[in-house]
């Protein structure tokens, strides 16, 4: 009988036992994804090869072992980058976590600051570092780059953040990182766009943040008005995360109820006036805020924390990152928002949602807006 000495052994053991579906203890009773999930726990050793469809699981030491599925990597540290960080050490996903950003005295500032709160959430190594730190990391998150002043459109702000692209991307791809890209920098379509050409990454492996946030506004704002839970409201905003926007109210449902029967249930009859109130304070949220209190953070940290966790759980959950479409409603070559199964590997399909004819034609008009702007990049 093999002695098991250390947790680390005792943790293979039982994975090796599960594989070869040998009935022992606790090994018997757990399925694939809880000792998967059980050997993550242990930092360092639950990793994956992104190259292998099975989902494989390799062992820290393994030679063959590229992403450690246990470690994140955040680019940018300002406002958007330290919330996410924040989020990120309080949710538990991760153990190790590298903070990166052209201002190093920040980034060690900021890893300083959310290491305190480490005793109060779960154990994890948090630390300043540069891109050799990012080489096995499960997911690059980037918000570095200028966000908007009051009164600028996130597409004002396409040649400066292009630029700082520029430069971060190439230092991503010389490092052969087999890991997620989440881009969260805005214009976030326009430079998901950038960061899949530069990096030379596969496309399912290159997502933006998107509409996962105005998706959470829209929820919230039409849970206000119908005073029913937020996620209990089925409902995606898609196209450019920006002025083009759609709200998607055409298969808009709360349980599988229409909308605009749910809202009638609730006394609401104006659904056109509604709606379109709606969908302006969605898409103005982030002007709002901004001339408040200069950025917008906590709501697009949580967007972070949720799209980490559906990637590292392989939760296979529908969310409306930005990817490269290619040929739903006649739109090819551009990257923008529109639900997708997302889970290890990255966007695994889109989910071309039923819109009526006005929608569709917005869509179109909103992947044009960002076709133009592409065009007049310098690569
Ligand atoms: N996708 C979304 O839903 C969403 C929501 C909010 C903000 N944002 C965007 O996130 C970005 C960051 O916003 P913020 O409020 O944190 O801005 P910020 O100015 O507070 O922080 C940006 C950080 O990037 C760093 N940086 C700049 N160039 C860099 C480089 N080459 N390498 C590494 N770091 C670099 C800066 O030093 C700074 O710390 C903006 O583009 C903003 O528009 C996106």
Redesign the pocket.
């Known amino acids: 009988m093999r002695i098991v000495k250390t947790d680390c052994e005792y943790f293979i053991f039982l994975w090796t036992a599960y594989k070869r579906k040998v009935r022992i203890g606790l090994a018997a009773a757990l399925t694939e994804e809880e000792v998967f999930v059980m050997l993550g726990l242990l930092p360092g050793i639950g990793c994956l090869d992104r190259n292998d469809s099975g989902g494989g699981i390799f062992m820290g030491q393994n030679k063959d072992a590229q992403v450690n599925l246990r470690k994140v990597a955040m ?7 330290s919330a996410s960080a924040f989020s990120l050490m309080q949710s538990g996903l991760f153990s190790e976590m590298v903070l ?4 190093q005295e ?1 980034a060690e500032g900021e890893a300083m600051d959310i290491s305190h709160g480490v005793p109060f959430a779960r154990e994890m190594k948090i630390y300043a570092g540069n891109y050799d730190d990012i080489t096995d990391a499960a997911i690059i998150i980037i ?6 002043k009051p009164e600028e459109t ?1 597409l004002d ?1 396409v040649h400066k ?1 292009v630029g ?1 692209f520029k ?2 991307i190439p230092e991503i791809a010389k490092r052969n990182c087999q890991g997620i890209l989440l881009v ?3 214009p ?1 379509d326009i430079l998901t766009y950038t960061a899949l050409k530069l990096s030379g990454f596969t496309e399912n492996r290159v997502i933006g ?1 998107g509409t996962v ?1 105005d998706t959470a506004r829209l929820k919230y704002e039409l849970g206000k008005h119908l005073s029913v839970d937020s996620k209990s409201v089925h409902a995606f905003i898609i196209g450019e ?1 920006g002025d083009s926007e759609i709200a998607a109210f055409s298969s808009a449902n709360v349980s599988g109820i229409a909308l605009s029967e749910f809202c009638e249930m609730r006394g609401h009859y104006a659904h056109d006036e509604n709606s379109r109130q709606i969908a302006e304070r969605v898409k103005n949220s982030a002007y709002d805020i901004i001339k408040k209190k200069r ?3 906590y709501g ?1 940290a949580m967007a972070v924390k949720r799209i980490c966790e559906v990637i590292i759980r392989d939760e296979k959950s529908i969310l409306p990152v930005s990817s490269m479409m290619h040929g739903a409603y006649g739109l090819e070559d551009v990257v923008l928002s529109m639900p997708a199964v997302v889970g290890k590997h990255g966007v695994e399909t889109q989910v071309p949602i039923p819109l009526d004819k006005e929608e569709i034609e917005k869509l179109q008009k909103s992947a044009e807006t960002l076709k133009e702007i592409i065009r007049d990049v310098e690569w």
């Open positions: 680019i940018g540290c300002g406002f958007v980058g990166i950003d052209a201002d920040r918000t570095a780059g200028a966000n908007q996130r702000l953040n700082i430069s971060i969260v920098s805005n976030v943040s946030l995360h950025a917008t953070y697009i």
